[in-house]
């Protein structure tokens, strides 16, 4: 879903970078456990991990999420006993989630009825056979009763690395308040920007706006 923005921004920073599918996504092996209420604290925490221990063992690095991969870097960013914490020099969020709003119920439901439609089978592009299990573990999850009360907010003080939170400002999945709760609650210098006439995934709508934003908020900490 990236598509090809990290070569833009590798390009425009001069930095080498990381692209991976997490279990179930893309190339990725598909996933075989139903998810819980944890499973973003499965893949910040055991996933991930691994992955930057096999691919950049012992280098510095930025994180950089969309949506669940935004909350999921920032998750890991508040583990203090990962062994890499000390190599983690900022993260980039992008329509990140710390709690769930009825405008991501309403998002989730409507892309749930674009589902059953057949709307959404480009999906397939990206995922292959895995899209429809992948979609509804996705969609059953959040619109499930108990989802509801997920909420990663008391790791955000533990997040000391600069940070930056990127939304659209018509997000279908959110508001203004999850960047304002990232920027506010976390501990370290951190900054949200709100990106205009964009829904869920600024990098690909507002290309030049988000690339400029986060090849800045690179640069300053190189």
Not at 38 to 64: C, N, S, W
Not at 96 to 112: K, N, Y
Not at 124 to 142: I, N, P, V
Not at 182 to 199: L, R, T
């Amino acid at each position: 879903m990236w598509k090809g923005f990290p070569e833009l921004l590798c390009r425009a920073t001069g930095c080498p970078g990381l692209v991976y599918d997490r279990l179930g996504y893309g190339q990725s092996s598909p996933l075989t456990q139903t998810r819980t209420i944890d499973y973003m604290h499965d893949y910040a925490r055991q996933e991930l991990p691994r992955v930057l221990e096999a691919v950049i063992p012992g280098k510095t690095f930025i994180l950089i999420g969309h949506s669940d991969g935004g909350s999921i870097s920032l998750i890991y960013g508040a583990g203090h006993k990962n062994r890499q914490a000390p190599l983690l020099k900022g993260i980039i969020t992008e329509a990140a989630h710390v709690f769930v709003e009825p405008e991501t119920i309403a998002g989730i439901e409507a892309a749930d009825l674009a589902w059953q439609a057949g709307k959404l089978k480009g999906l397939a592009k990206y995922h292959g056979d895995k899209t429809e299990s992948l979609f509804k573990a996705w969609a059953d999850t959040w619109l499930t009763s108990w989802f509801k009360h997920w909420n990663i907010e008391a790791l955000l003080p533990e997040i000391t690395v600069p940070l930056l939170a990127i939304q659209g400002e018509d997000d279908q999945y959110g508001s203004t308040a999850q960047v304002d709760a990232i920027v506010q609650q976390s501990s370290g210098p951190a900054e949200g920007k709100m990106i205009k006439d964009c829904q869920h995934t600024p990098h690909l709508e507002a290309q030049e706006a988000v690339l400029r934003q986060m090849t800045g908020f690179i640069n300053r900490l190189s």
